[in-house]
């Protein structure tokens, strides 16, 4: 085949595939829109769908296939003949630059004729036509043109949507739409007193609004405008026509739509009127606008319209203007307190057009406004009150220059404001005034710190929680909103705003110590790390001499106590804990210079714990320990004594602050209590303690723990010190019989003493419990009890005897320290008898845990077992609410496990009491404590368990299991369930603790043991699990 012939094949192949592909998208597109008369709404929109993607693979045959239906169906139904125009209209957006001009002109023809073909309005039809007009006149503005100017004759009335086209093409197309703007207003001037329905004078207004909109964008862009000789006033003489109809005869009309519609177009019209035209005007213009804030409930519209009037009118150097000031103002601001709702867009548009309004007004007169705003700070009226605040925030930022030389009037205008501390949208109005004022210097000038003293109030507010349903625009906004927005404010004023960082720092560390601003830690902490890491980056020196510059900041004792103290409840007020020890870590250089390479790895390492714990899961008592060890670890660094005993001094100081917080202030004594543990000078550790037992605040019961702590504490290196200075307050006149209650406790009543006292046992008990045990035994045989026996002549029960050869009995100097300061064993205060256990607990371990406890004869043990057996049988059996019964029996399991070996009688009568005191107990009744009441009374029967066991391992024979059946084979066969149940738990136990300890076959019975027992045993046992696994009270 020749060369030509086989070029034409391929072409004509080629042609034919093409074909038959349009032919094909064209068969697609007409079924489609066959169907498009779907009843199911979904359907139809599926079908838009599908026509929209065919168009995106197959534009220019989609577009003509749509076209071609269009003009074929004429009977389709205008709702479905809008679907289609809606997916024509898509397809030219997304392909307008590869439409050829053939195909616009096709579809502008489509359009027009669509748009126009019904004289009625049918909205959703009218509009989809016009809608693609404007697509297509984004690039074939001309031709668009030209097909819209032929249906906009002189002296006839087009169409609502031609003219509403020609306004949708002003505001999509400047540039193609301005120079056919003078043709418009010449034709259309002489139709609009032709207009007599308010619909068509509503289009007309529109027009007129996006043709000035549009005039004065291409104005303000005149250096990328096709034709830059165009001037405002190409267009004046014709827009101050219209003017003259819309404001002197629309304007009076009683449609509100058609009011709303002129002032919308006179607002950007004011921009285009010939200067003097505008002047002459005001005084009509101005008082005509604001008369539309008493007929419209909606009023943006009437905001944004007077903004626009007002910005042309100093534009144009007006003086008439200030004329109207008076009446502006007031109108203004009553707009601005009105409350907002947020769920109203329209609401919150409105506030800004008229915040606008203001910014206006300020840079034109701006002592003016300052004269009518900010007398109106000073009202009790919440709403003006607000209103004025929000107006004098947004001046600030928007008329800066204006009021830059006013900033002093301004801040002493706020006095009034920042003592309203009850109102929380007053107060959310003033810190984000202060907020705006940091961002401008108002903070730098006298009266700026007290503004931010109100910000930190703000943070320490105590958070409220959110109510379940709060409208977004509720008058009563929680507290928590309050203090939300100004730790933000801190922390972005700190951050962000460089010109603040010489106003906060050092400023901010005054805060830091007082207790009012305690729930505002936080946020401090985080901003002055951040605003010391600035400063030691700008250099070491001047970071001190700032520092040291300020008069009025805490000293780093005050800092560091303060700031290891808060850190103990470090979930609290949002995560003090870390912020603290950061900035703690931050500040090393100011705290002690040898601290920075030590505090490097620790404190990271405490952080690094909290974060990895929560609240629920961090073990108080561990993370205590590690604070303190991080304390300890500190004070040995320093290693300097003046530096020790100045942070003791500071942290005795800071006591006061804690009360009310228990938890802080127990760990605050344990800090002294370690830090004067690392003190050297004796004077020193005597004059803090004699402080803290005269200071005390013995009635709190949570401090009993605390004081008690730090003597324990102390006593690990200062024992002798710690016992001194014990026994010296007890010596003083305070605690004399003949002289009654003297000093300090002058005005307290006798059960406050008695708190003290306790306290005091307590202290007693953890100086034994801590102290070193190689020290405690000799430091009673050499002097403790001598010199107490010899001052406390009472003595409990016999005289001890006396000598070197009966050993250590610290136990016994408690006693007598209970028996002189008129403590009765009878006494019927559970707090102090339950001190007292404690205290011989924990003397018991003392002992114990010593080297020499096995070779310590303790010849007062039976007394002091037979004293805790007192407290035991004065418990009451028909309750269970303390936990002295179950103190006791611990007791006595330790005391037992002293020598010399208990008394035959005295066993029994152990035995027998503690039996009696748990198994006789009433069944508690269901109650909202019950789960607490149920732990205490599972923990009391568990130190009987362990008393018995103890007692029975002193006598590991058939014998001694014997004997504890004996006592409870009573219980085993008792009338009442819930104590055969309790007696048959107990019996378990010591059954399984003997065969373990002595390896006994379970198969086997011991001898001596009576075979009743055995029988009431299994009786009472059959059909019923583990006696122990089914414990209850009954």
């Known amino acids: 085949m020749p060369e030509g012939a086989a070029r034409f094949c391929v072409g004509h192949e080629e042609t034919a595939a093409v074909d038959m592909a349009e032919s094909y998208v064209k068969k697609l597109c007409t079924t489609l829109m066959d169907a498009v008369t779907d009843r199911d709404p979904q359907v139809q929109e599926q079908i838009c769908s599908a026509l929209c993607a065919l168009g995106e693979a197959q534009p220019g045959e989609t577009l003509r296939a749509c076209e071609r239906y269009l003009q074929r169906h004429e009977k389709l139904a205008h709702p479905y003949r809008a679907m289609i125009l809606k997916a024509v209209e898509a397809v030219v957006r997304s392909h307008i630059s590869n439409l050829d001009k053939d195909m616009a002109r096709a579809i502008i023809l489509l359009a027009s004729s669509e748009m126009t073909k019904a004289k009625d309005l049918v909205p959703d039809w009218q509009q989809a036509a016009s809608s693609v007009l404007v697509a297509v006149g ?28 020609l306004a949708s093409l002003a505001a999509s197309n ?15 001037l002489p139709m609009l007193p032709m207009a007599k329905q308010d619909v068509t004078r509503v289009v007309f207004c529109s027009a007129l609004r996006h043709f000035s909109e549009s005039t004065l964008e291409y104005l303000a862009n005149l250096d990328q405008a096709p034709d830059p000789t165009v001037r405002k006033d190409t267009f004046s003489s014709e827009i101050f026509s219209a003017y003259d109809v819309l404001f002197n005869h629309w304007l009076q009309s009683r449609e509100a739509k058609l009011r709303l519609a002129v002032v919308e177009a006179l607002g950007p019209m004011s921009h285009l009127l010939p200067n003097e035209r505008l002047e002459e005007q005001l005084p009509r213009l101005i008082p005509g606008v604001l008369a539309l804030y008493k007929k419209h409930a909606e009023t943006f519209h009437v905001s944004k319209s007077l903004g626009q009037i007002l910005e042309a009118a100093v534009n144009v150097g007006s003086r008439t203007l200030e004329i109207q000031l008076d009446a502006l103002l007031a109108a203004l601001h009553a707009q601005i307190c009105v409350p907002v709702e947020l769920s109203s867009p329209l609401v919150v548009s409105n506030q800004k057009e008229v915040l606008r309004c203001f910014t206006v007004l300020a840079c034109f007169a701006p002592d003016r406004l300052l004269a ?6 000073d009202t009790n009226n919440e709403r003006v009150r607000v209103g004025s605040l929000q107006v004098l925030r947004h001046i600030i930022n928007s008329a800066a220059a204006q009021m830059e030389v006013r900033k002093l009037f301004i801040l002493s205008s706020m006095r009034h404001p920042l003592l309203d501390t009850n109102n929380k949208q007053v107060k959310r109005a003033v810190v984000q005034v202060i907020s705006a004022m940091a961002h401008h210097g108002y903070l730098e000038q006298p009266g700026g710190q007290a503004m931010m003293e109100y910000i930190v109030q703000q943070c320490a507010l105590p958070p409220e929680l959110q109510p379940k349903r709060q409208g977004l625009g509720s008058e009563d906004l929680p507290a928590d909103s309050v203090r939300a927005i100004s730790i933000s404010t801190l922390y972005l004023i700190s951050t962000t705003v460089d010109r603040m960082s010489d106003v906060l720092w050092p400023y901010l560390l005054e805060f830091l110590t007082p207790v009012q601003f305690t729930g505002a830690l936080t946020p401090l902490c985080r901003s002055l790390a951040h605003l010391a890491l600035k400063r030691q980056e700008a250099g070491a020196d001047a970071f001190l001499s700032q520092y040291e510059a300020s008069a009025n900041l805490p000293s780093p004792y005050a800092i560091t106590a303060r700031l290891l103290v808060v850190s103990s409840d470090p979930y609290v007020g949002d995560g003090r804990g870390a912020a603290s020890l950061r900035l703690l870590h931050v500040l090393h250089q100011r705290i002690h210079p040898l601290l920075g390479p030590r505090w490097e790895t620790t404190i990271p390492r405490l952080v690094q714990h909290l974060d990895e714990c929560t609240e629920e899961t961090l073990s108080r ?25 100045q942070l003791s001094l500071e942290m005795c100081k800071q006591l006061p602050c804690y009360n009310g917080m228990p938890q802080e202030k ?3 004594y344990k800090c002294i209590g370690t830090t004067l543990g690392a003190a050297s000078s004796k004077e020193v550790v005597r004059k803090h303690l004699q402080e803290l037992l005269e200071t005390a605040r013995y009635q709190e019961e949570a401090e009993h723990e605390g004081l008690a702590c730090c003597f324990g504490i102390c006593a690990i290196s200062h024992l002798d010190d710690a016992l001194a200075q014990l026994e010296d307050f007890v010596r003083s006149d305070v605690f004399r019989k003949s002289v009654g209650i003297l000093s300090i406790f002058k005005d307290r009543s006798e059960s406050e003493v008695e708190k003290v006292k306790g306290t005091l046992i307590l202290c007693y008990g953890h100086v034994a419990a801590q102290a070193p045990r190689e020290l405690v035994l000799a430091r009673v045989e050499a002097d403790i009890l001598r010199n107490m026996f010899q001052y406390f002549s009472t003595k409990v029960g016999r005289a001890p005897p006396w000598g070197h050869s009966h050993g250590p009995r610290l136990v016994t100097l408690l006693l007598s320290v209970v028996q002189v300061l008129g403590i009765k064993v009878e006494t019927k205060d559970p707090a102090l008898k339950l001190c007292l256990v404690q205290s011989v607990c924990m003397v018991s371990q003392a002992i114990c845990g010593s080297a020499q406890a096995g070779a310590f004869h303790f010849s007062w043990k039976a007394e002091l077992v037979a004293h805790m057996m007192e407290f035991i049988r004065a418990e009451p059996l028909d309750s269970l609410r303390t936990p002295l019964r179950k103190m006791a029996m611990v007791a006595c399991t330790l005391l037992v496990s002293l020598e010399p070996p208990l008394e035959e009688q005295m066993r029994a009568e152990v035995t027998h009491g503690c039996l009696h005191s748990v198994m006789a107990l ?14 205490l009374y599972l923990d009391t029967v ?3 368990e362990d008393l018995l066991t103890s007692l029975l391992h002193r006598n590991m024979t058939p014998q001694g299991l014997q004997i504890m059946v004996e006592h409870l084979n009573p219980w085993i066969k008792s009338p009442r369930s819930h104590e055969r149940e309790r007696a048959l738990g107990v019996s378990a136990c010591l059954l399984r603790y003997f065969l373990e300890h002595l390896h006994v ?17 299994s009786r009472t046992c059959r059909g019923r699990n583990h006696p122990r696994q089914t414990r209850a009270q009954g």
């Open 138 to 165: 984004m690039r074939f503005i001309n031709a668009v043109m030209e097909e819209l100017l032929s249906r906009f004759q002189p002296g006839l009335l087009p169409h609502h949507f031609v003219v509403q086209t």
């Open 174 to 188: 400047v540039f193609g739409m301005v120079p056919f703007l003078t043709s418009i207003l010449s034709t259309m």
């Open 372 to 377: 009518f705003l900010l007398p109106k700070l």
């Open 621 to 645: 008592k561990e993370w205590e320990e590690k604070l303190l060890m991080f304390l300890r670890d500190t004070l040995a660094v320093v290693s300097d004594n003046t530096w020790v005993s």
């Open 666 to 668: 127990n760990f605050l």
């Open 922 to 935: 009433l069944p508690e009744p269901e109650g909202e404590d019950a789960s607490d009441r149920k732990a």
């Open 942 to 944: 568990h130190a009987l």
């Open 1001 to 1017: 076959s379970a198969q086997h019975t011991c001898p001596g043991l009576e075979p009743s027992f055995w029988r009431e045993w």
